[in-house]
Structure formats: C-alpha cells, structure tokens
C-alpha cells in the first residue's frame, strides 16, 4: 500500500541546526523537552564532556543516520563516514565505521517497509521536527514512527529508562504533529533503535495522551540570540508531579505571535500608565501652584475642573432598614463575566 504524506513548508537546515518558515524561525522539539521535563541533560557536565564528548557523540550518531537513510532510499550499504578531524586519532581513523549499527538497523526492520526518512512535522506555529523514520507494518499496514538513538546507556542521565520516558514524550509529540499535518492518518505504533557498536535493542515507546502533549506545547517562550528559552515551572509541575497521572485540562494553541503581543502591549501599558500617572500628578501641581485652570501646550490641552458635590444613595444602609421594600426594587440582569491578564513577574 502507498501511503501519501503531506509534505510541510517548513525548511530544515543541518548546518546550521535549525528549521525555518519563510523568514520565522522555528523551534526543535529537544530544547522544549530538556528545558521543561529536564530530561536527556547532563548538569553536572564537564568542559571536556561538553565541548568533546558530546560533539563527538552527535558526530557519530549523524553518521548512523545517514547510512540509515541511504541503505533505506538507495538499498546500498554505506558505512564509512568522514571524521571531523578534531575526532580523528591519527591515520586510518578518518572514518565513522557503522557497519555493525546498519546491520542492527536491517534486523529490526523486519516485518516492516520504510516509508520517509527525516519526514519533517510542524504545527506551522512555533514547532517544527524530523522523524528519524516512517515505517509500515506489514501485517497490520499501520504506521509506526521510529527514532534511533546512538547514546552510551552508561553515561546517560538516569540510564535506559530515562532515555525511554525522553523518547516517550518526543516520539508523543511527533504523533500528534503528524496526525494534525495529515488528517485521516493515525499512527499505529513508536518505536526506537538504539544502536550502538555491536549492541543494539528495539523498544516499543509507549505514547503520552495528547492532552499532555498539548500542554507541554503550550509553554510560553523567548527567542533569544542563543536560542529559545521556554517558562515551563507551570506546566512541570502538573507533567513531572502526582498530577500527570491524572488526565491533564485541554489547552488550547493559540499563535505564539498573539501570546508575544499581548505580553508586549500589556507591559508596555502598564508601564505607561505609572510613567503617566506621575507626570499628571506633576503637571497638575503645577498648574494649581500657578493658579492655572487651563493650559494649551500645543500639543494637548490640560483642564482643572471646579470641585463638585455629588449625592450617592446609601444602598447599604436602605437594605438594612427597609429589606422588604430593598427586594420590591430589585432587578436581576446577567453581565457578563470579566477577562482579566496579569503579567508573570
């Protein structure tokens, strides 16, 4: 069976890292998930670990992928890669040698037929990722999204389950983006390789509910010149808590641009108005120690009004000593229920 897919806008570039729509920079789903959930992070990482280790571990795991996707589009097997040279040890080390992850790769697929490689997902609003791969399965014809994973299990923060609950919530995401870009698909299954040397393993990921998903989606951010920071402590708290047991209230995504503008103004207004408030009080002080009622600056014009008397009916005190004439006098009308934005400090 053939199956379509809707391809998305989205652009991706592998050098520099990132995903682009028209002239929007898009994000990747790893910062959300490291940021808010603090999974797949290394805190107590060194220099070394981080400016060596973990370049050299995303370098190799490039190599993987791309004989993952050649083998898959071209039915050739290509397994040496070119080394960075900051990663070489001398002669005869100018190659990724990955003939032994190919071949794990080739025994999992058994049973299904790969159907894209790097199928890139967006909800054409804030995110945008690649799936490593889409596979069909034969016997079922259902579509599974799968993820290989190259990382050292002895080093990576709290070991094969924390890497399965990272994988949890990123291949999650993935489904529910992918059903969105093609309605009338549903994903069947997820999925990971972890290849690694000679090891290798096949884990079925168990997906989140998509009311999670939107949640964790619904994070507000910044983009910043070193990326995009996410406030997540809200939403950590009920998906890391007791709580995210617990099936999660629907969100519902509104365009981050309207999030980022509403913030904007109301800040900008708030401000404002303090900013004006004094200057009024000023000016008024001003124009009463001078004995001016009115004063024309040419770009506004401000007035003192004359001090008035005004009557006001004692409600309060009516219903204390006439309550059953108070409730002859009543009237029920329906208002309608104030909308109010209060600024995260």
């Not at 991706?12 to 898009?26: A, I, T």
């Not at 060596?52 to 050739?76: C, K, M, Q, S, W």
Request: glycine content about 6%; hydrophobic content about 35%; some cysteine.
């Amino acid at each position: 069976m053939k199956i379509a897919l809707t391809q998305s806008p989205v652009v991706f570039s592998e050098n520099p890292h990132g995903y682009r729509l028209g002239d929007k920079r898009m994000s990747g789903i790893t910062s959300l998930i490291h940021q808010v959930l603090q999974l797949g992070i290394y805190p107590e990482a060194s220099e070394f670990v981080k400016n060596v280790a973990i370049p050299r571990a995303g370098e190799y795991g490039t190599a993987v992928h791309h004989a993952i996707e050649e083998y898959d589009n071209l039915g050739i097997k290509v397994t040496a890669h070119p080394k960075s040279e900051r990663f070489q040890n001398g002669p005869g080390d100018e190659f990724w040698n990955v003939e032994d992850e190919l071949e794990t790769y080739i025994k999992h697929r058994q049973g299904f037929e790969p159907v894209a490689n790097e199928y890139t997902v967006s909800d054409e609003v804030r995110y945008a990722s690649n799936i490593d791969n889409i596979w069909m399965k034969v016997d079922t014809q259902g579509i599974w999204l799968i993820d290989t994973k190259t990382n050292n299990l002895n080093y990576y923060p709290g070991g094969e389950p924390a890497l399965q609950e990272y994988l949890s919530w990123q291949l999650s995401i993935y489904a529910y983006l992918f059903e969105k870009q093609n309605p009338g698909l549903k994903v069947e299954g997820l999925a990971c390789n972890w290849l690694r040397h000679s090891d290798g393993a096949f884990w079925i990921i168990e997906r989140k509910p998509d009311n999670l998903v939107e949640l964790l989606l619904s994070v507000p951010w910044i983009h910043t010149d070193n990326g995009f920071i996410y406030d997540g402590s809200e939403v950590s708290k009920i998906l890391l808590g007791e709580t995210a047991l617990v099936p999660a209230p629907k969100v519902q995504l509104i365009p981050q641009e309207l999030v980022q503008m509403i913030y904007q103004i109301t800040r900008q207004a708030d401000e404002s108005k303090k900013v004006l408030d004094e200057m009024k009080s000023r000016l008024r002080e001003a124009m009463e120690s001078n004995a001016v009622k009115s004063w024309d600056s040419g770009m506004f014009k401000a007035t003192i009004a004359n001090d008035s008397v005004s009557e006001t009916f004692d409600t309060t005190r009516f219903k204390k000593e006439h309550p059953d004439l108070y409730k002859q006098y009543l009237k029920q009308t329906t208002r309608k229920g104030g909308f109010t934005i209060k600024l995260r400090d």
